[in-house]
């Protein structure tokens, strides 16, 4: 069982950047693919990035692409998501999730632990 929890979320100023972290504990996390999501009320959970066990190989949605790292530092178990250029339709839960194979790293429903999430708002 592996737990996940976010942190790193917060108040900014369009414009502006986040960094969100994720840190696993109870499973061996350099064997897991991770990814972000993120939700507003009444809408669809979102993807935003995917990385690769090995941190190798990185994914983004086409709406984050050029503003959002994703990266891992495996011997802290921990994931990040730096976040640029934020804009208001940015402001969401954020969560982190693990897969066990980078395959459909945009699929939510393939991800097999989450996080309670983190709320960034991005104010304009």
């Known amino acids: 069982q592996v737990q996940l929890v976010e942190s790193g979320g917060g108040l900014v100023q369009a414009g502006g950047s986040l960094r969100v972290s994720c840190v696993a504990s109870?499973?061996?996390?350099?064997?897991?693919?991770m990814g972000w999501f993120r939700q507003t009320p009444g809408k669809e959970r979102e993807f935003v990035a995917a990385?690769?066990?090995?941190?190798?190989?990185?994914y983004y949605a086409e709406s984050v692409k050029g503003r959002c790292t994703i990266s891992r530092d495996n011997a802290k178990n921990t994931v990040y998501l730096q976040m640029n250029s934020l804009k208001p339709e940015d402001t969401a839960v954020y969560y982190c999730?693990?897969?066990?194979?980078?395959?459909?790293?945009?699929?939510?429903?393939?991800?097999?632990?989450w996080g309670q999430g983190t709320q960034v708002t991005v104010s304009s």
């Open positions: 999730a693990a897969k066990y194979t980078i395959n459909r790293y945009s699929a939510g429903h393939g991800y097999v632990y």
């Open positions: 109870g499973g061996t996390f350099s064997t897991y693919a």
């Open positions: 990385i690769t066990s090995g941190g190798g190989t990185t």
